[in-house]
């Protein structure tokens, strides 16, 4: 959905769904794999087991993971992964395995083999997201893809720092959103859509999943780092959620930075306005005071696409050496947006969610009144809890929101450090760290993280 259409509902999921190349199956036990689906096989984890789109990849890896109930504590990282030629082995016994087939529609997101990466005893882990969308290779010049790569590894490379020096996952997720919100590629922060009324208004999310508590903040306008003021409010406030004038001040009471508005200002996200608005008929505000003229313009090689169907909004997730997972989400929100709409991101639950307790940490990006009517974070970790892998459950909840008209796409990180991807969407930037590997990442769908 474009970031300039999507106050326009999505059209309803047809009956007929997309062949991905998928197996879907629900899964009972398959003969010497049978170790890993032994357990009755809840609905949720009738998930996709890939067979990528175009079959006969060669030497691809496809992991199949144990459920988290199965795992070790945060103190080892067990997985596996089968050769494809195995696969293919297997698929008839998926088919046979039960006569109950599960259509999902979001295929499999390709795992980089992970085989080589944390040494038992240092089990930290972190991954992030730049927003989900219609992101294909023919849309994004060498320049605007070189770009991103290199700015999600700057904030990879961020977060994973923190955790190898011992910090916290919040710590971990909150250094490398700041350095995305700061980032004029991005929708979130400096380089944040506009309102119809020509705003930049912010909306972020964090959790801490070792404690559960949660600080979200919507409709900032001058402070420069939302999720940090989202810390702020569940750190320093009896609150969860703080909106308007009220949050910008509150976080200012606690030391953060502020800025004029026409700080997050770029002309590229202008124009996008000026495209949106002319294209629903609506009038175009006056451009806003102090907004510095140029600079990312259109003819800036590295600059987002302008009309890139893209989300833009930012993400990550972390698993910390103590074993603490924690979550967080900041965004613009939505082109155009009005009367002070407010999406997914700030809504704990919703695009935002992190429980060591369930043994998972979320952020969403996508369309964000879908994201909250299917309560895709929550559900996630819901699904953890009862035996998803986050693969499985990730999957599985983003075909939810799907079904239910809403595009986008998560990243998940389980207790047992391993990321895990999903989208309904043709790209969604994204990468992850760990100890031992370096900053690996993807734009495509069908593109593996390296
Ligand atoms: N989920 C965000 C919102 O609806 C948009 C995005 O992901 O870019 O506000």
Redesign the pocket.
């Known amino acids: 959905m474009p ?1 300039d259409s999507r106050m326009t509902p999505a059209p309803a999921p047809t009956a007929a769904r997309p062949d991905h190349g998928g197996l879907s199956g629900r899964i009972g036990r398959i003969g010497r794999f049978g170790r890993y689906f032994s357990r009755p096989a809840p609905s949720d984890r009738a998930g996709t087991i890939g067979l990528p789109g175009q079959a006969g990849l060669p030497g691809r890896r496809v992991q199949l993971s144990f459920a988290p109930a199965d795992r070790p504590g945060p103190g080892r990282r067990a997985r596996t992964g089968i050769a494809l030629a195995g696969l293919f082995g297997l698929s008839g016994l998926l088919f046979s395995a039960s006569g109950a087939i599960a259509q999902i529609p979001v295929a499999p997101v390709p795992a980089p083999d992970r085989t080589q990466d944390a040494a038992p005893d240092t089990p930290w882990s972190f991954a992030l997201h730049g ?2 969308g219609v992101i294909e290779r023919a849309s994004l010049s060498p320049e605007q893809d070189a770009a991103y790569r290199a700015a999600l590894k700057t904030a990879l490379e961020a977060g994973g720092a923190v955790l190898e020096r011992g910090g916290s996952a919040l710590d971990a997720v909150q250094a490398a959103i700041e350095i995305m919100e700061d980032n004029p590629l991005f ?1 979130a922060g400096r380089g944040a859509v506009f309102t119809a009324e020509g705003r930049n208004e912010l ?1 972020a999310a964090v959790m801490n999943g070792a404690d559960l508590t949660a600080g979200a903040v919507a409709g900032l306008t001058t402070t420069r780092h939302p999720i940090a003021a989202a810390r702020a409010v569940m750190e320093q406030s009896p609150h969860v959620m703080l909106i308007g004038p009220g949050a910008d001040a509150f976080a200012a009471s606690t030391g953060l930075e502020q800025v004029d508005p026409a700080y997050f200002f770029t002309e590229r996200r202008w124009q996008g306005l000026e495209t949106a608005l002319r294209q629903q008929n609506l009038p175009l505000p006056a451009r806003p005071a102090g907004a510095p003229a140029g600079g990312m313009a259109a003819n800036d090689p590295s600059a987002p696409p302008l009309n890139e169907r893209k ?3 930012v993400g990550a997730v972390a698993l910390d050496r103590q074993g603490r997972l924690a979550a967080g989400t900041s ?1 613009g ?2 082109t155009g947006k009005r009367w002070g709409r407010v ?3 700030p809504v704990i639950g919703a ?1 935002t969610y992190a429980s060591n307790r369930d043994g998972c940490a979320v952020s ?6 879908y ?1 909250i009517r299917a309560s895709v974070a929550r559900d996630i970790c819901g699904r953890t809890a009862t035996g998803s892998t986050a693969q499985t459950a990730a999957e599985a909840e983003v075909a939810d929101a799907d079904q239910l008209g809403g595009k ?1 796409g998560v990243v998940v990180m389980g207790r047992d450090g391993l990321p895990a991807y999903a989208m309904s969407t043709s790209g969604m930037y994204r990468g992850e760290i760990a100890p031992g590997h370096p900053a690996r990442v993807a734009i495509y769908a069908d593109e593996t993280p390296q």
Request: proline share 0%; charged share 15%.
């Open positions: 970031a927003g989900a929708n909306d989300f833009g909004t965004t929100g939505m999406g997914d991101v695009g969403a990006t996508g369309d964000g009144e994201y986008g």
